[in-house]
């Protein structure tokens, strides 16, 4: 489920449509939880869909752990690619603002941690990436392991319009990540590449 302080909006012809914040979502929120409406479906499942279905997927699902695609069910699949994503995802089934995020932004994440298929171009942003990569996870997950760490300092000091999607458990571990008690499990826990 997407952050309720957000909208989707026509960004511009080359991007299309986006989720855009109606206000001030702070550093440290949790902007997008897995919930018990958005779909996985397998590869044996992905395989027997029409065409016309698996188009959905390939445009709007992403791929998780396990190789299976997961398909948002609210506004969650209209969040666009950006090299500086505001937002990352966690090991821990929800993303979260890795800097503020002010009302009329994009909400963006990076692909690159989403287990595509195929590398693309993203939109030139001025950064030193261009592309898009299949193995961009394990290639950058330290740069982005540091940005979630900084974020989670600030998990329980802002709104958590979404906190009650999490189970206590998952909300005690994330508070003990907070607090230093508890190492915070690596984004790389998510890439479908790898291997034990």
Known sequence: MIHPYTEIKHISPEV??????????P???????????????TLNEYNSLEPIYKDIL??????????NLV????NGRFVNHSFNSNCLT??????????????GEQLTDD?????????FRGINEGTRRKIVYPDDLPRYYKSWDKKLLKA??????????????LSNDLWQQVMEVEKGEKEMESILTNYYGLKE
């Open 90 to 103: 966690t090991a821990y089934n929800f993303e979260i603002a890795i800097r503020d995020i002010h009302p």
């Open 111 to 119: 692909y690159g941690y989403l287990n595509i298929d195929k590398p």
């Open 58 to 67: 390939e445009t709007y699902a992403y791929k998780n752990n396990k190789g």
């Open 71 to 74: 398909l948002c069910w609210d």
């Open 16 to 25: 299309g449509y986006g989720v855009v914040a109606k206000e001030f979502i």
């Open 152 to 165: 989670f300092n600030y998990i329980s000091k802002v709104n958590q319009p979404l906190r009650e999607l």
């Open 27 to 41: 550093i440290g929120t949790i902007t997008w939880v897995l919930d018990k409406f958005d779909r996985e479906f």
